[in-house]
């Protein structure tokens, strides 16, 4: 085809064919530029996909630690904080950082004994080591009691108890008590009160029940029955109040205020585990849940066979084995359950061994354990109106 100045147009393929063809090219220079690795401001390298950039690589690290903070702050279990650290190379570099570490919460790294491994060790080696209080009682109660290296385990909840723990403080002053790890002249009673009183201080509801029972008592401390009702009464108003904010689900139910009476007001119907103070008005609700170290213990000596014939603790929300024979305190009516403390005895009396508690016919004395009868406690954590 051409004009009337024999012009010849250019034919319509071609001029098709070369527009694709140049489309083709910037197609080109575009994705040889987009694979690329483009540098940030602060130098770090940005990775594209498809052209477009990856803006989290654009963060500075101090937003990444932020944010890796926060989530291992609220993690719910060990799963949620490892999946973040597996996204990538830099999240799992940045996630072992000492102010993520810092921060992390104990479910982060409670773990169950079934899952422990030189790995995990090794994870909360390394929160004690950035600071988190949290993983220092965790350890140092896994070192003492599972893997009994007592001195490490002593020293790791000793550097939480420096940091106002009350879980640690109230920890060793039950091995002040008992002389765990040592022999039975090792026993410090004033040192374990003032432990318990430091705990008791700062609302630990464990050590305002084991603190009521020694001044009932007068056990390491002047007698002062006045003094240990108030705190037993303190005990028991905390542990209320705990068990109503943790248990949002009992109290749209409704089913807590159900009214059963207890077995002796009841002419011997049995009533089912509840709430240690609650049940003393005859009502049922869920107990509170025991700290992650505690059910640790529990998980990782059931269905152990203890050597030397020692003993666990038969609270069920304890789970602190014996380090020597006889060293835990005994039920002086059956003989058949021990305890690490007097709260574990005065919370089991509540909860289950009062249902249980028979006189024994025998009972074989092989030793020199300690005896201690139920009737005080049982008076001890009733709350008069």
């Given at each position: 085809?051409?004009?009337?100045?024999?012009?010849?147009?250019?034919?319509?393929?071609?001029?098709?064919?070369?527009?694709?063809?140049?489309?083709?090219?910037?197609?080109?220079?575009?994705?040889?530029?987009?694979?690329?690795?483009?540098?940030?401001?602060?130098?770090?390298?940005?990775?594209?996909?498809?052209?477009?950039?990856?803006?989290?690589?654009?963060?500075?690290?101090?937003?990444?630690?932020?944010?890796?903070?926060?989530?291992?702050?609220?993690?719910?279990?060990?799963?949620?904080?490892?999946?973040?650290?597996?996204?990538?190379?830099?999240?799992?570099?940045?996630g072992v950082h000492s102010i993520v570490l810092s921060k992390a919460s104990p479910k982060a790294?409670?773990?169950?004994?079934?899952?422990?491994?030189?790995?995990?060790?090794?994870?909360?080696?390394?929160?004690?080591?950035?600071?988190?209080?949290?993983?220092?009682?965790?350890?140092?109660?896994?070192?003492?009691?599972?893997?009994?290296?007592?001195?490490?385990?002593?020293?790791?909840?000793?550097?939480?108890?420096?940091?106002?723990?009350?879980?640690?403080?109230?920890?060793?002053?039950?091995?002040?008590?008992?002389?765990?790890?040592?022999?039975?002249?090792?026993?410090?009673?004033?040192?374990?009160?003032?432990?318990?009183?430091?705990?008791?201080?700062?609302?630990?509801?464990?050590?305002?029940?084991?603190?009521?029972?020694?001044?009932?008592?007068?056990?390491?401390?002047?007698?002062?029955?006045?003094?240990?009702?108030?705190?037993?009464?303190?005990?028991?108003?905390?542990?209320?109040?705990?068990?109503?904010?943790?248990?949002?689900?009992?109290?749209?139910?409704?089913?807590?205020?159900?009214?059963?009476?207890?077995?002796?007001?009841?002419?011997?119907?049995?009533?089912g585990p509840g709430c240690s103070l609650l049940s003393d008005f005859g009502c049922n609700v869920?107990?509170?849940?025991?700290?992650?170290?505690?059910?640790?213990?529990?998980?990782?000596?059931?269905?152990?066979?203890?050597?030397?014939?020692?003993?666990?603790?038969?609270?069920?929300?304890?789970?602190?084995?014996?380090?020597?024979?006889?060293?835990?305190?005994?039920?002086?009516?059956?003989?058949?359950?021990?305890?690490?403390?007097?709260?574990?005895?005065?919370?089991?009396?509540?909860?289950?061994?009062?249902?249980?508690?028979?006189?024994?016919?025998?009972?074989?004395?092989?030793?020199?354990?300690?005896?201690?009868?139920?009737?005080?406690?049982?008076?001890?954590?009733?709350?008069?109106?």
């Amino acid at each position: 085809m051409s004009t009337r100045r024999e012009i010849s147009y250019k034919k319509v393929n071609n001029m098709c064919y070369e527009k694709r063809r140049r489309d083709d090219n910037i197609m080109g220079e575009k994705i040889k530029r987009s694979r690329k690795r483009l540098k940030s401001s602060s130098g770090t390298p940005v990775a594209t996909v498809s052209g477009r950039c990856d803006f989290l690589e654009t963060l500075p690290d101090d937003i990444v630690l932020f944010i890796l903070a926060k989530l291992g702050a609220t993690a719910a279990c060990p799963a949620d904080f490892v999946s973040v650290l597996s996204t990538c190379k830099r999240l799992n570099a940045l996630g072992v950082h000492s102010i993520v570490l810092s921060k992390a919460s104990p479910k982060a790294f409670a773990f169950k004994s079934e899952n422990w491994s030189e790995s995990a060790h090794r994870f909360l080696k390394q929160c004690s080591d950035a600071g988190n209080i949290e993983a220092c009682y965790t350890l140092g109660m896994i070192r003492f009691y599972c893997l009994q290296n007592r001195g490490s385990g002593a020293s790791l909840m000793a550097k939480a108890a420096i940091n106002s723990h009350a879980p640690a403080l109230y920890s060793l002053a039950v091995i002040q008590f008992n002389g765990s790890g040592g022999l039975k002249t090792d026993k410090d009673l004033r040192a374990g009160v003032a432990l318990c009183a430091r705990a008791a201080f700062l609302g630990h509801i464990d050590a305002l029940r084991e603190l009521g029972h020694c001044l009932q008592d007068g056990y390491g401390v002047r007698q002062n029955i006045a003094e240990g009702r108030r705190f037993l009464v303190q005990a028991n108003a905390r542990e209320l109040a705990a068990v109503l904010s943790t248990t949002p689900s009992a109290l749209m139910s409704g089913n807590w205020m159900t009214w059963n009476p207890l077995p002796h007001l009841r002419h011997g119907n049995m009533v089912g585990p509840g709430c240690s103070l609650l049940s003393d008005f005859g009502c049922n609700v869920p107990s509170s849940e025991p700290h992650p170290s505690n059910r640790f213990l529990t998980d990782w000596f059931s269905g152990k066979i203890l050597s030397s014939g020692l003993r666990l603790c038969s609270h069920a929300g304890c789970g602190r084995p014996e380090t020597r024979k006889h060293e835990f305190r005994r039920c002086s009516v059956c003989g058949a359950v021990n305890y690490c403390s007097r709260a574990c005895q005065a919370l089991d009396w509540k909860m289950r061994h009062k249902m249980e508690c028979t006189l024994a016919d025998t009972r074989v004395d092989d030793g020199d354990g300690e005896d201690n009868g139920n009737a005080n406690y049982d008076d001890g954590m009733v709350v008069e109106s």
